[in-house]
């Protein structure tokens, strides 16, 4: 099973315990320039910043950046013989506190790692996975090696610019509140090597339900809240969805819409958020109420601050964009050579997908007659959320017969 569209595919692995020497020391990244600050450019591939890095003088290997992790993970189990490590040591990974599941990973000692603009590491060290679990690449539609997460924040000051793709790094405390009334600071907790906040969700009888999330740059959902049965009662329509895979395995729940979020001085209407459900309990080191992520945080410029405990919010052209869901009810992956054919993992029953008799294994072969090879697979993505009864011809391939089927959208949620 791989990664599914629009949520964190990883989602229980930003709760990792490693009772390892290896990452007990103070991880972190500087500039090792003269520069008082470094700028570079990230991709932006499906709701996923990834960056290119070196590690032992080798590379480029594609990281995804992720304030949701606690450590670096290499998820690309055949860097182990590219980078040349030799000193490691086998370690268990488990997923929520209290669980037994658990799967083998390599703990490396320190590495080398940089970053463009000349950032290199301090004192950091990674766990590997010895198989890949999550097929972030298959997700990607390229070839993704790993994710960088708490270190590469620890002690740099982070400027994200969604509008153009760059992010500019310098020391704590360089960046100054973004100025006029459209710019705000938010407080940030860290702890257990997360950034936390605190804000509003308002719910359909206008109480504010005071709130904490995690600030998960790696989450490409909106808003995924934890208490089901808190919100369940005011869902107008939900659908039901495979919320991802984390190291107990799948994670089901519901997709729907909140009637308002606040994030300091912002509101937003009409949320989609995910609820993963309650028969899928989990015990955080950090008691939370949700996970904010990309869907709402890429819809401002943003300075993450850790030494100084603050966060910088200034919207950008993004900001007023409604919130939209896929509409065509298929899960797909990519892979094949440079990752170019598609496949469907999943059809939800009684979506677009499943009324015009697409079924799970069909591979999509053109869509409105352009072939699948010469596309992004987020360029897919954004036709299948385009607008709602929207028709698009998809050829697809079935045990070697080709059909064209014209697919319906609707809009689920």
């Known amino acids: 099973m791989y990664p599914l569209k629009n949520i964190k595919w990883y989602l229980?692995?930003?709760?990792?315990?490693?009772?390892?020497?290896?990452?007990?020391?103070?991880?972190?990244?500087?500039?090792?320039?003269?520069?008082?600050?470094?700028?570079?450019?990230?991709?932006?591939?499906?709701?996923?910043?990834?960056?290119?890095?070196?590690?032992?003088?080798?590379g480029p290997y594609n990281f995804i950046i992720d304030s949701g992790v606690g450590l670096m993970i290499i998820t690309d189990p055949n860097l182990i013989d590219s980078i040349s490590i030799f000193n490691k040591r086998t370690i268990k990974l488990y997923g929520a506190v209290?669980?037994?599941?658990?799967?083998?990973?390599?703990a490396t000692s320190e590495l080398?790692?940089?970053?463009?603009?000349?950032?290199?590491?301090?004192?950091?060290?990674?766990?590997?996975?010895?198989?890949?679990?999550?097929?972030?690449?298959?997700?990607?539609?390229?070839?993704i090696h790993g994710i960088l997460g708490y270190e590469f924040f620890s002690q740099l000051a982070v400027k994200i610019n969604f509008s153009d793709s760059t992010i500019i790094a310098a020391s704590s405390g360089t960046f100054k509140p973004f100025r006029g009334k459209k710019g705000m600071v938010i407080p940030l907790s860290i702890e257990e090597r997360k950034p936390y906040i605190k804000t509003n969700i308002i719910l359909p009888d206008g109480c504010p339900a005071e709130s904490k999330f995690i600030v998960?740059?790696?989450?490409?959902?909106?808003?995924?809240?934890?208490n089901l049965e808190q919100y369940k009662n005011y869902f107008h329509k939900s659908i039901v969805a495979n919320?991802?895979?984390?190291?107990?395995?799948?994670?089901?729940?519901?997709?729907s819409r909140i009637d308002e979020f606040s994030l300091g001085k912002y509101k937003f209407n009409n949320v989609i958020a995910s609820f993963?459900?309650?028969?899928?309990p989990v015990n955080y080191l950090v008691p939370r109420d949700g996970n904010l992520g990309l869907g709402i945080l890429k819809k401002f410029f943003i300075v993450?601050?850790?030494?100084?405990?603050?966060?910088?919010?200034?919207?950008?052209?993004?900001?007023?964009?409604?919130?939209?869901?896929?509409?065509?009810?298929?899960e797909y992956f990519a892979t094949g050579e440079d990752f170019r054919r598609v496949i469907i993992s999943r059809v939800e029953p009684g979506s677009a997908a499943d009324e015009a008799g697409i079924m799970a294994n069909d591979e999509i072969l053109a869509i409105n007659f352009k072939p699948v090879d010469k596309m992004k697979i987020v360029d897919i993505?954004?036709?299948?959320?385009?607008?709602?009864?929207?028709?698009?011809?998809?050829e697809i391939n079935r045990s070697k017969k080709l059909e064209t089927v014209v697919l319906t959208l609707k809009r689920r949620i």
Request: proline share 5%; aromatic share 12%; glycine share 8%.
């Open 381 to 394: 993505d954004n036709l299948f959320k385009s607008k709602n009864e929207r028709s698009i011809l998809v």
């Open 112 to 143: 080398d790692v940089r970053l463009p603009g000349d950032i290199r590491s301090r004192l950091v060290s990674a766990a590997i996975f010895k198989q890949d679990h999550f097929g972030l690449s298959n997700y990607a539609g390229m070839r």
């Open 276 to 280: 993963p459900d309650n028969n899928n």
């Open 98 to 106: 209290g669980t037994t599941e658990s799967f083998e990973a390599y």
């Open 243 to 255: 919320l991802g895979i984390g190291l107990t395995g799948p994670v089901n729940g519901y997709i």
């Open 12 to 58: 229980l692995l930003c709760l990792v315990v490693l009772c390892s020497p290896f990452f007990t020391k103070a991880q972190s990244f500087y500039i090792s320039s003269h520069k008082k600050q470094v700028k570079f450019r990230f991709q932006l591939v499906r709701d996923m910043m990834v960056v290119p890095v070196y590690i032992n003088t080798k």
């Open 216 to 226: 998960d740059l790696g989450a490409g959902h909106p808003l995924s809240l934890e």
């Open 304 to 330: 993450m601050d850790y030494e100084k405990g603050q966060m910088f919010l200034k919207p950008n052209y993004k900001f007023k964009e409604p919130f939209e869901h896929d509409m065509s009810g298929m």
